[in-house]
């Protein structure tokens, strides 16, 4: 009696702890994939929302950053349907399309520090070196996976 409770206990353990350790971690890559699916439109307008709340940005710069956001919501986009056609490129085109996106960093960067104030702008580059960070550290934690499996 004492073996056929036992016996559907441990089956029931197995299974549970069975799971890949990856599929757990779907939530943490939500958020990045619900808002590709997002129009630039939108995506811009959150993004300055969520500005507006860490960095309390007024009407002016709400507006500035709306079209800095929008541009770089477009190009994004852009960017994200050329890698998806999974077209192999060559080191030269790699290099070529690694050096505009810096490039377009560096202007989103200036048109930033001109927009906002000195105080708004530290405070800025510091939650962009957070955010960087932790992409970073979910980069770390995705090639680990992939090598476990």
Known sequence: MKNLLILPLLFLCTITFAQPAHLTDLKSHGETHHRSKLSPEQQATLRVKEMTLALDLN???????MQLELQAAMDRKEAFETHKSGKQLDSLARFS???AYLDKQIEYKNK???ILSEEQFKKWEK??????KGL????QQHKNVDKKH
Not at 127 to 132: P, Q, T
Request: aromatic fraction near 0%.
């Open 136 to 139: 970073h550290n979910k980069r």
């Open 112 to 114: 930033i520090k001109t």
């Open 59 to 65: 009407e002016a710069q709400q507006q500035q950053i």
């Open 127 to 132: 939650s962009m070196a957070m955010m960087h």
């Open 97 to 99: 399309r690694r050096s």
